[in-house]
């Protein structure tokens, strides 16, 4: 059974980095799934914010492009977002999920992990 | 403001059937798989359709999903209480090169 578990802090100042860790169980990160970041701001809709693919190329969302980094850490079988300069705009749920490319479907997701931006 | 449109509410009484429509384009829906998630109060999403009308393991048949051209709709028959839920649905889009969903829609059971 594959499980998607986020964590991080919960707060974090305005102006600083956003840092949070997905931890995969039960599958490799290494196949060929697209292991995703997607975000939510409480009592609003989803943001699709990138993904990492086997390992490498990671890809995100054109609207927060400049600030996002997306990386892999395949001997602990997770993957990290690095969110810089970020304001209140960025408080949200944040999910970890996988990815089938092509099928473009999300399953399973992490249980998520609310970051307030707040000084 | 969404790439993909939804309704953001629908209800109907327990025992009959709603659909939720979402609206997109060519770039996304018209040459895409859509899916579909159910989001209950305080809890992550969970796919409830793939690739356009697929369920997945332990979604019942009540739910269903179909497309069609720029366009795709979720369907659920024989509502129940615990159906109460925000319903998104989701698809890759070539002009962002990225994955799109749209508005959220809040389903309640009268």
């Known amino acids: 059974q594959v499980q998607l578990q986020e964590s991080g802090p919960g707060l974090v100042k305005p102006s600083e980095t956003l840092s949070l860790t997905c931890t995969v169980s039960g599958y490799s990160i290494s196949s060929d799934y697209s292991w995703d970041w997607i975000r939510q701001p409480p009592g609003k809709g989803l943001e699709w914010i990138g993904n990492i693919f086997r390992g490498a190329n990671p890809y995100c969302n054109p609207s927060l492009r400049s600030r996002v980094t997306i990386s892999v850490d395949a001997s602990k079988n997770q993957f990290s977002l690095r969110l810089n300069s970020v304001t209140a705009a960025d408080t949200a749920f944040y999910y970890c999920a996988r990815r089938l490319p092509g099928g473009d479907w999300f399953d399973p997701w992490g249980q998520g992990t609310l970051v307030t931006v707040s000084s | 403001q969404s790439v993909l449109t939804q309704p953001p509410s629908v209800s109907a009484a327990p025992g009959q059937k709603v659909t939720i429509s979402c609206s997109g384009s060519s770039s996304n829906i018209g040459s895409h798989y859509v899916s579909w998630y159910q989001q209950l109060s305080g809890t992550a999403p969970k796919l409830l359709i793939y690739e356009n009308n697929e369920r997945p393991s332990g979604i019942p048949d009540r739910f269903s999903g179909s497309k069609s051209g720029t366009s795709a709709t979720l369907g659920i028959t024989g509502l129940q209480t615990g159906d109460e839920a925000d319903y998104y649905c989701?698809?890759?889009?070539?002009?962002?090169?990225?994955?799109?969903f749209g508005g959220g829609t809040k389903l309640t059971v009268l």
């Open positions: 989701g698809t890759w889009d070539s002009s962002l090169s990225g994955v799109v």
